[in-house]
Antibody, heavy 119, light 110 residues
Framework: QVQLQESGPGLVKPSETLSLTCTVS?????????WGWIRQPPGKGLEWIGS???????YYNPSLKSRLTISIDTSKNQFSLKLSSVTAADTAVYYC????????????WGQGTLVTVSS | QSVLTQSPSASGTPGQRVTISCSGS????????VYWYQQFPGTAPKLLIY???QRPSGVPDRFSGSKSVTSASLAISGLRSEDEADYYC???????????FGGGTKLTVL
């Protein structure tokens, strides 16, 4: 069973870079799947951030693309999110996620981690 | 403003059948599969329906999905109190090259 766990700072200052890591257990990242991130501002709906195919192709939300990097570290079986120049609008619960076949078919979710952007 | 449109709320009494709708366009629902997610407060979403009308293992057959042109629906029959949750539709959008979500529907079991 694939398990995902987010980690990273819960508080980020405006204009700085938000960095999160997702540790995968129960499956080797290099074997397949899309690996990505979804966020949910407090009291609001889900927003897809982006995904990366295990072998390299990346797909980013156009509204975040200029600030976004999703990378994979197969040696650590982890993938990460970097979102630069954050503002209060980036405050959200961030979920890491995995899709076996289709990007929109999200089979596995992390428990989510709240990131607050505030000085 | 979400690319996929859902009614913010829906309700029903135990045993009833309720339907939650999701409206899109030719670039998303019209040309790609629709997915439905169920989310309880404080927890991660869970895949409920995939590829328009398929249920993952463990999802009761009370839940069913359908798609017609640029709209999709999630039906819940034999409504139970434990079905009270938020429901989101999602699809790939060819124009945006992105996954798009509906704004979510909060289902209340009266």
């Amino acid at each position: 069973q694939v398990q995902l766990q987010e980690s990273g700072p819960g508080l980020v200052k405006p204009s700085e870079t938000l960095s999160l890591t997702c540790t995968v257990s129960g499956y080797s990242i290099s074997s397949g799947h899309y690996w990505g991130w979804i966020r949910q501002p407090p009291g609001k709906g889900l927003e897809w951030i982006g995904s990366r195919w295990h072998s390299g192709s990346t797909y980013y939300n156009p509204s975040l693309k200029s600030r976004l990097t999703i990378s994979i570290d197969t040696s650590k079986n982890q993938f990460s999110l970097k979102l630069s120049s954050v503002t209060a609008a980036d405050t959200a619960v961030y979920y890491c996620a995995s899709s076996i076949t289709m990007i929109g078919e999200i089979d596995y979710w992390g428990q989510g981690t709240l990131v607050t952007v505030s000085s | 403003q979400s690319v996929l449109t859902q009614s913010p709320s829906a309700s029903g009494t135990p045993g009833q059948r309720v339907t939650i709708s999701c409206s899109g366009s030719s670039s998303n629902i019209g040309s790609n599969s629709v997915y439905w997610y169920q989310q309880f407060p404080g927890t991660a979403p869970k895949l409920l329906i995939y590829r328009n009308n398929q249920r993952p293992s463990g999802v009761p057959d009370r839940f069913s999905g359908s798609k017609s042109v640029t709209s999709a629906s999630l039906a819940i029959s034999g409504l139970r109190s434990e079905d009270e949750a938020d429901y989101y539709c999602a699809a790939w959008d060819d124009s945006l090259s992105a996954v798009v979500f509906g704004g979510g529907t909060k289902l209340t079991v009266l």
